[in-house]
């Protein structure tokens, strides 16, 4: 299958499928993974529609992520993050983007389960003020381990401006994306 008649085909083998929607999408609209020589015919199956014969397509997704995880299929920085996201997404993986959702967001989504894997973030961490209880028990209640404590710092606007203060070390590690 030509390279210009394959997103068309990928759409078509995702229509109807919200989550490999996005994935194809993602993939399309990235344009580095289908116009790379190799992947088109190693990576992603193509066939006839049981209907009326209309081309259709379908990555491989834990193949190629497989791949990228041996060695044989690379790419930059963002080449494989995106890749990796759009099997996330293609697998129906809930996803948070950190640069794109706010600390109150992230919190929610992690206390009513609505994510455990984060594409490129194997850890979270935070820090509280040592005497702020409630800080403290949120991040508890999201899943956090407190480590340890620290002296002098961070500085607290709120509190006291050019005055290091001591906080509590907290960590959350999350599972790894496909």
């Not at 078509?12 to 194809?24: N, R």
């Not at 190693?42 to 190629?64: K, L, N, R, S």
């Not at 993986?93 to 455990?116: D, H, K, M, N, Y």
């Amino acid at each position: 299958m030509t390279r210009h008649l394959l997103p068309a085909a990928l759409r078509a083998g995702a229509a109807g499928l919200l989550a490999p929607e996005a994935a194809v999408n993602l993939l399309i609209g990235h344009r580095y993974w289908l116009t790379r020589p190799g992947f088109a015919g190693e990576y992603i199956d193509t066939f006839p529609g049981i209907t009326d014969g209309t081309a259709m397509a379908a990555v491989c997704w834990p193949e190629a992520v497989a791949a990228l995880d041996r060695g044989p299929l690379s790419g930059s920085g963002s080449e494989t993050r995106t890749l990796r996201l759009a099997a996330s997404l293609a697998a129906g993986i809930p996803v948070v983007l950190p640069a794109g959702v706010s600390g109150p967001e992230l919190a929610r989504a992690l206390t009513e389960g609505e994510v455990s894997v984060m594409v490129g973030v194997p850890r979270l961490e935070a820090i509280c003020h040592v005497d702020h209880t409630p800080s403290a028990n949120v991040l508890e209640k999201c899943g956090f381990i407190r480590e340890d404590s620290r002296r002098a710092h961070f500085t607290f606007p709120n509190l006291a401006p050019q005055k290091p203060s001591a906080v509590n070390s907290y960590a959350l590690a999350l599972q790894s994306a496909v």
